[in-house]
């Protein structure tokens, strides 16, 4: 598997920041193989059978940034909670309520890598990881990898500390068979 590691700062901000339980297409939706966890709530379990090319796509504006972070933690909704974005369509709220339509769901010191990828001009942000045999196994039962996506968005604020402008994908559960 084959997976950018980014500079220590990166990992950092990927790490401190925030994203929202549901995604919004256009904004911040981080799907993996097509329509797998599409506007899901964050932690939402996808499973897939190895040998495998996980397209790791965040439907967003031409342009925006997106830093897919993974882990080995599992996934934890609501981690840590953030303020409200000014995006549009707006973004649902979040585990942590609805004062807030931010969170991060990865464990800080749980990230694992990160990769950096610009949008098109579709507004998609892939990323493709291929992933090797692993061997018989029962359904889901190697993993799971937990995976969101930071997103520079000018709609997005930021939170205290580490004004925006971003926002957060959804965090999807990843395992294998």
């Not at 196994?137 to 925006?164: H, K, M, R, Y």
Request: glycine residues 10%.
């Amino acid at each position: 598997m084959r997976i950018h590691h980014l500079g220590l700062a990166l990992t950092a901000t990927a790490a401190l920041a925030f994203g929202q339980t549901t995604g919004v297409p256009g904004i911040n939706d981080y799907t993996v193989n097509g329509a797998a966890c599409s506007g899901s709530p964050s932690c939402t379990t996808c499973c897939f059978s190895t040998p495998v090319s996980l397209v790791c796509n965040v439907s967003t504006a031409p342009g925006n940034v997106a830093i897919f972070v993974w882990s080995f933690c599992p996934c934890s909704a609501g981690f840590i909670c953030g303020p409200v974005n000014s995006c549009f369509p707006s973004i649902p709220s979040t585990a942590c309520g609805s004062t807030t339509n931010q969170s991060f769901d990865i464990q800080l010191g749980c990230v694992s890598s990160s990769s950096l990828v610009l949008a098109n001009a579709a507004g998609s942000a892939t990323l493709t990881l291929n992933i090797p045999n692993l061997g018989p196994a029962p359904p889901c039962s190697i993993g799971p990898l937990t995976t969101q996506a930071v997103v520079i968005d000018p709609c997005g604020l930021g939170v205290t500390g580490f004004p925006g402008p971003f926002v957060l994908t959804q965090a999807h559960s990843v395992s294998f068979n």
